[in-house]
């Protein structure tokens, strides 16, 4: 750990449908290395990726991460596998300076954890407001629609409108 200097750290979320079974979310740490370039670095699972920004570097491990573990699930022992690769005590010092970053990051209110559950909380809430959005407008095109139909007979061929006003002294 004497040669590394950690600028970022971050979560990788799986999310499986179509299957009956998820994945644990898994962790990185990024590393600026001496040459310049960033090395992310997947703790749990020891998958290693680099790249000439935090982003590239994080994007690269993440389909890394991604091919690695639908692999993993698809072709070999699925979940037990997962289980004895992340049963491993190798990247203990990975986790620890992972945690002391995530505590030094919460000082401002920008620990993963919360970031996290922010970006959940705001996904879910555009959802809710997209979902209640349409069924409001669904139940007014029916009411409108019962109206139109009420009126129907009534409304005259032609409408004329009128208004008239006069200023106030």
Request: proline share 0%.
């Given at each position: 750990m004497e040669n590394k200097n950690f600028v970022a750290i971050g979560k990788i979320v799986f999310e499986t449908p179509g299957y009956s079974w998820n994945i644990p979310h898994t962790h990185f740490i990024v590393n600026k290395t001496a040459s310049g370039l960033f090395e992310a670095t997947n703790i749990q699972l020891t998958l290693d990726s680099i790249g000439d920004t935090i982003e590239d570097a994080a994007k690269?491990?993440?389909?890394?991460?991604?091919?690695y573990i639908m692999e993993i699930m698809l072709k070999r022992r699925g979940h037990d596998e997962l289980k004895e690769l992340m049963d491993s005590t190798a990247m203990e010092d990975y986790w620890r300076e992972f945690r002391k970053i995530e505590v030094d990051l919460s000082r401002t209110k920008n620990?993963?954890?919360h970031r996290f559950d922010r970006i959940?909380?705001?996904?879910?809430k555009e959802t809710i407001e997209d979902t209640i959005k349409k069924a409001i407008y669904d139940i007014?095109?029916?009411?409108?629609?019962?109206?139109?139909?009420?009126l129907k007979g009534r409304i005259p061929e032609a409408v004329t409108l009128y208004v008239d006003?006069?200023?106030?002294?």
């Open positions: 690269s491990l993440a389909q890394l991460t991604s091919k620990d993963l954890s959940y909380i705001t996904a879910v007014a095109k029916i009411e409108a629609e019962k109206v139109y139909s009420a006003y006069t200023k106030a002294a």
